[in-house]
C-alpha cells in the first residue's frame, strides 16, 4: 500500500513538474517600446520616465526608438540619469532608415545599456547652442564653462557602458557626425539591424549590467507593449517645445503690457497664463508652473467674483489655469536636482524677479484704478448744476458754443443772451442734453 501511494505521489510531482516547464517554456517575452519622435522636452522626459516603470514593472527590456534632432540639456540629463539607474535594460536604437539622433538623441544613445542603428542614420552634432524665446533664434555656446561640463557628461555617459569616450568628446568639441557603420567601427554603437524584429532577434541571450545587477535580455518573439504616455504626457511635451513656448512668451508679455498700458484686466490676465506656459519650453519644473497656474487662476476668480461686476475674460482665463493646472499634475513627487548651475539660476531669478514684479505691480495698480473708476458714483449730475457758478473758458456767443469749468470740471456751454468773455463769470441756469445753458453773472 504504501509503495503504491509513494508511486502515484512520484507521478504527480512528475506530471506538475512537466506542467510547469511546458507553462515556463510557452511564456511570453515582452518588450516595452517607446517612440521619442520629436523634440526632447520635459514631457519626453515624462514619457520615458513612464515606459520606464512600466518595463521594470514587466521585469522586461525598454526599446526606445530614436528619431530627434535633439531638445532640452535640463531634460536629458534627467533621462540619462534614469537610464543609468535603471533596473532593466534601455535599448536604444535608431530608427526607421533616414532618421538622425541629433544632439540630445546621441547622449540618450550613449546613455543606454545597448545602442543601435538603422541603415543610413545619423547621429552627432552635440554641442549646445542658446536658445532665445524672444526671437525664436539660437547660437552656438562657447563659454568653456559650459563645453567642459557638457564634455565631461558624454564621455562618462560613453565609458558607463565601455564606449568610445574619444569619439564622444568629438561629438561636443568638433560637431562631429556619424553613420551606424562609422559608429560600429569607433564602437559608439554595438549593433547595425534594419528592422526592429532584427535587432530584437539578435540581442535574444546576450546578459548586460544595469542598476540591479546583470540582466539577461529574451527577446525572442516578443509581446512588444507600445507605451505612447497619456494627455498629461502630451501636454507638456506641446508646451515645452521650443517654437510653441517662443511664441507664447512673446504673444503673452504684450498682451501683458498691452493689459497694463491701457488699464484692461482682461489681455494682462491672458498674457500672464501664455507666460506661466512658455516657461515649461524654458527649462522650469512642470510642478513649479502647475502650482504657478493653480494660485493665478484661484486669484483671477476671486477678482472676478468680487471686484469685476459680471463674468467675463478674466474669470474665464482663471478657470483655464485652474483646469490646465490640474493637468500638468503639480503634486507628484520626485526628488531634487540642479539642473543648471547654481549661479545661472541665481542670475535668471534675479533677471525674472527684475522684469515680472515691476510689470505685475503695474498690472495691480493698473487693475485697481479701472476697479475704482467702474465704481465710482459721479459726485454731480447735470441737473444738480442749476445756479451754480462756472468761469467761461471761451468766447461764448448766441450761435457759438465754448467750455464753461464749474465744479472744477468742463462743461460744453451755450448762452441766450449777448457775449460771453474767457475769464467772466457766469451762473449755469438749466441744460440741453449734456450741454449747460449760462448767463453772465450780474
Known sequence: MLQRLTIVLITLLTLTGLIGLSHASTAQNVVVQVEVTDVITEGTYNLLKGG??????????LLVLLNTPGGSLDATRKITEAFLNAKVPVIAYVHPRGAT???????????SHVAAMSPNTVIGSCQPVAYNPTTGGS???????????????????AKAHGRNSTTAKLFVT???????????????????????EELLATLNGITVKTASGSFEIKTLNPRIIRH??????????FFSNPLIASILFIVGL??????????????????????????????FKVNVVAIALLALG????????????????VGATGIAMLILGAL?????????????YVDWYQILLLASISITLPLAGFTVFAIYKVIKARRMKPKLYISGLEGRVAEAVDEITTDKEGFVICEGEYWRAKTEEGVIKPGEKVIVTGKEGVVLKVKRKA
Open 228 to 237: 505612447e504616455g497619456g494627455f498629461t504626457e502630451a501636454l507638456i511635451s
Open 101 to 111: 539622433a541629433w544632439s540630445a538623441g546621441t547622449f540618450l544613445l550613449l546613455a
Open 298 to 313: 484661484i486669484v483671477l476668480i476671486l477678482v472676478e467674483v468680487f471686484l469685476i461686476p459680471g463674468f467675463g475674460a
Open 52 to 61: 520606464l516603470e512600466l518595463a521594470e514593472a514587466n521585469s522586461a527590456p
Open 328 to 340: 500638468l499634475n503639480p503634486f507628484r513627487v520626485t526628488p531634487e536636482h540642479w539642473l543648471i
Open 174 to 196: 568638433e560637431n562631429l557626425n556619424l553613420g551606424p557603420e562609422e559608429a560600429l567601427k569607433l564602437h559608439v554603437i554595438e549593433y547595425v539591424a534594419s528592422s526592429v
Open 139 to 157: 547660437e552656438p555656446v562657447t563659454e568653456p564653462k559650459i563645453i567642459n561640463a557638457v564634455v565631461k557628461n558624454i564621455e562618462e555617459l
Open 254 to 283: 504684450y498682451a501683458l503690457i498691452f493689459g497694463a498700458a491701457y488699464a484692461n484686466p482682461a489681455p494682462a490676465s491672458v498674457g500672464a497664463f501664455m507666460l506661466l506656459l512658455s516657461m515649461l519650453g524654458m527649462g
